[in-house]
């Protein structure tokens, strides 16, 4: 990751221990570093290029709580 990238992502970073949302790290795209949030009612995942370019999706939950038959149908739809 360039400096560009490295100083964008650490800034990010820095913003997220400031506000104490609790975030994650992972590779899933090349030459990019995926922060992982997850906040009341929503997820985020952004990415954060080498380039200092960001991606920055949002998952909305309707609020509706499903039960464990829900997750058993989930499981077995997502399963191989």
């Given at each position: 990751?360039?400096?560009n990238g490295s100083s964008k992502l650490?800034?990010?970073l820095r913003?997220?221990?400031a506000a104490q949302i609790s975030f994650s790290l992972s590779i899933t795209r090349e030459g990019?570093?995926?922060i992982s949030a997850a906040v009341?009612?929503?997820r985020w995942e952004i990415d954060v290029f080498e380039s200092g370019?960001?991606?920055f999706e949002v998952f909305q939950s309707d609020g509706t709580i499903h039960n464990e038959?829900?997750?058993k149908e989930r499981l077995?739809?997502?399963r191989d």
């Open positions: 990751m360039t400096s650490f800034d990010i913003e997220f221990t990019a570093v995926t009341p009612g929503e370019d960001v991606d038959v829900s997750l077995t739809r997502f």
